[in-house]
């Protein structure tokens, strides 16, 4: 069974900083891309990060890049998501995702197909 957990949400004040986490379980993730997405009430999910397999490639959302950082550390299959400067319009429920599919590039969020529960992030202006 895939599990992902995320940690590290929370309430913050506009300009600063949180950094969250995700641990994988129940398979080895370090053969698969990875990322981050977000869901506002009322809004859709959206894509927000990616991760290639090899962990040298990344991909952001428009909105977040310069901003957040995705990282990973395969050899303990955990996959971070430092986010800087946020924005009001940052709060949201945000999940860590793997791809369905081996050696991917983390870069279609249609690749996507395991997912955590979620970390709430409120950002206060």
């Known amino acids: 069974q895939v599990q992902l957990v995320e940690s590290g949400g929370g309430l913050v004040q506009a300009g600063g900083s949180l950094r969250l986490s995700c641990a994988a379980s129940?398979?080895?993730?370090?053969?698969?891309?990875m990322g981050w997405f977000r869901q506002a009430p009322g809004k859709e999910r959206e894509f927000v990060a990616g991760i290639n397999w090899k962990g040298d490639s990344t991909y952001y959302a428009d909105s977040v890049k310069d901003r957040f950082t995705i990282s990973r550390d395969k050899a303990k299959n955990m996959v971070f998501l430092q986010m800087n400067s946020l924005k009001p319009d940052d709060t949201a429920l945000y999940y860590c995702?793997?791809?369905?599919?081996?050696?991917?590039?983390?870069?279609?969020?249609?690749?996507?197909?395991?997912w955590g529960q979620g970390t709430q992030v409120t950002v206060s202006s």
């Open positions: 129940g398979r080895t993730f370090s053969g698969f891309a």
């Open positions: 995702a793997a791809e369905v599919f081996p050696m991917g590039n983390g870069n279609d969020p249609r690749a996507f197909g395991s």
